[in-house]
Structure formats: C-alpha cells, structure tokens
C-alpha cells in the first residue's frame, strides 16, 4: 500500500521535466526493441548492468501511463508500450516452437529467423530476434544456438551435459582437457571444471568414446568402444573380405586416431587375423 501510495503520488507529477527525459529515454529504448523488451535487457543497456539500479528504472516504468508490465506464463519480465504487441510475441514463439519441434535440432539465429520469415514475411529480422527473446520456452545457449528451453543443449545442467555440449557444438573429437577448457570459456558452468571431473565422467559414461591418447568422441558419430583389435575384427566382419594395408588404415581412421604402427602391430596377430598376398581378414573360428 506504501508503494502504490508514492507511485500514485509521483504520476501525479508526470510533467515534470526530470521525469518526461527519463520516461522518454525508456520508451525510445522499448521502441528500438520492436515495442517490447525484457526487464533485464532494459538494465543492461540503460544502466550498463548496474542492477543497483534496476528499482530506480522499474519505479519511473511503474509510474508511467505509457509503459506497461509483462507478468504471464511463459513470458520473460517485460516492459511493452502497447499491450497488443504481448499477442503478437507469442504467435511468434508458437511458431518457433514448432518449427524447433519439428526439425529437432539447434538452429542457429538466420536458420531460426529464415524458417519464421517463410510463414511470416512481413516480419522484419529483428523483429523476430526480439520476439524470441521475450518468451521463455525459447533460448539462446552459450554457442548462439536456438532451441527449446528445456533441451540439454540449451541448459547443460551436470557433467555429462556439459561435455555432450561441446563436443556437439566442436563436431570433432577433443582432449579431456581440451574439453575442460572450453567448458569454462564457453562459462557452461559457475564452478571452473575440474579435469579429472570431466576424465572420470568421459571414462564411465558410454555416450563417450576414447578414439585416442586423452581424445574423446560422441557415440553418436558411429564410434565405437573397444581395443584397436576389436575394431579391426568390426571391420572385417563388416567387409566380409580381404584388405589391403591402406583400406585398412583408412577403416580404422575413421573411428580411432592411431599411428599405423599400432596397427600393424595387431595384424601382425596370426592367431586372429591371416594374411594372404599382402591383404588381411580376421580368421574364422
């Protein structure tokens, strides 16, 4: 009642020059954000992150008869100038929503704004980032990349997440330690990953496989777990012929990082593999 009591008595003085330059430094903000902005946003670019100072600005937004309060489901804290516009917000991000259901993948923020712009065409680009920005059923992780909010590559919650991310972010196989350092780069975590964390969790968790020394691939490439002879007697049940030295190595290449020596050295194994005019198969039982 106390609050209300002072914004009724300061709206009385919304002529006030100190207030209409404030006021209107608030709205000029909200209209170069397609009307509507989240609460936080606002902060950082009027107050350069200074959240001591968000009060101060949500006060002069209350006492306004031209600003209004976002509160709904699914919807960021926001400041609109136009009540109509929160409608317009959430055609958008049920659009988005089922184009990010349908696809089933992060999209980055032209493949997302392209696919809206094919059902909305009188939508500008930045009109649409905005509006994206609004609802909260719809992130933007660490990498840029779109998707739902509760998708793990979105929010990396544990360990596991966490390296899953950026090795799907990399699209290559990385060092643990590699992987421990982009983790705190990309700030996926508060805490600094600790290295033997993220070895320990590589070594027992099987969406990871260890292709090399300390190098680490997603299961979901076609990786596979085992020793080097384990993965040449794959190969060669899956050929189901005789190869040469260079197929080989170009099989084995594809799934593990390995010097050929190492190779050569398991194929040298005459009570599991044969050789026959400088071609190899796996001997059968």
Request: charged content about 35%.
């Amino acid at each position: 009642q106390i609050i209300t009591d002072v914004v009724k008595k300061i709206s009385v003085k919304r002529n006030d020059p100190v207030f209409k330059k404030a006021e209107s430094e608030i709205i000029f903000t909200i209209e170069e954000n397609s009307g509507i902005i989240r609460k936080s946003e606002i902060v950082e670019i009027l107050s350069a992150g200074d959240y001591r100072e968000a009060n101060a600005l949500d006060f002069l937004c209350e006492c306004s008869d031209k600003i209004f309060a976002v509160a709904e489901e699914n919807i960021h804290e926001s400041w609109v100038l136009d009540k109509k516009k929160i409608e317009k917000v959430k055609e958008i991000a049920l659009l988005a929503q089922e184009i990010l259901k349908k696809e089933k993948k992060l999209l980055s923020e032209k493949e997302i704004i392209d696919l809206i712009l094919e059902s909305r065409q009188e939508l500008l680009e930045e009109e649409i980032l905005n509006y994206l920005k609004i609802f909260s059923g719809i992130e933007k992780n660490k990498f840029g990349k779109w998707g739902m909010a509760d998708w793990a590559e979105i929010n990396p919650k544990g360990t596991r997440e966490r390296i899953y991310a950026i090795l799907k972010e990399k699209k290559k196989p990385l060092h643990f330690k590699q992987i421990a350092s982009l983790i705190d780069e990309y700030g996926l975590s508060k805490r600094k990953a600790h290295v033997q964390t993220i070895h320990n969790e590589l070594i027992k968790n099987d969406h990871f496989v260890l292709i090399g020394r300390g190098i680490y691939a997603l299961k979901e490439w076609g990786y596979y777990a085992g020793t080097i002879r384990d993965v040449l007697e794959i190969i060669f049940k899956k050929n189901r012929k005789f190869l040469s030295k260079e197929e080989i190595f170009r099989e084995v290449s594809r799934v593990r990082q390995v010097k050929k020596a190492t190779v050569l050295i398991n194929l040298s194994n005459n009570k599991l593999f044969v050789k026959q005019n400088n071609l190899y198969s796996v001997r059968k039982n």
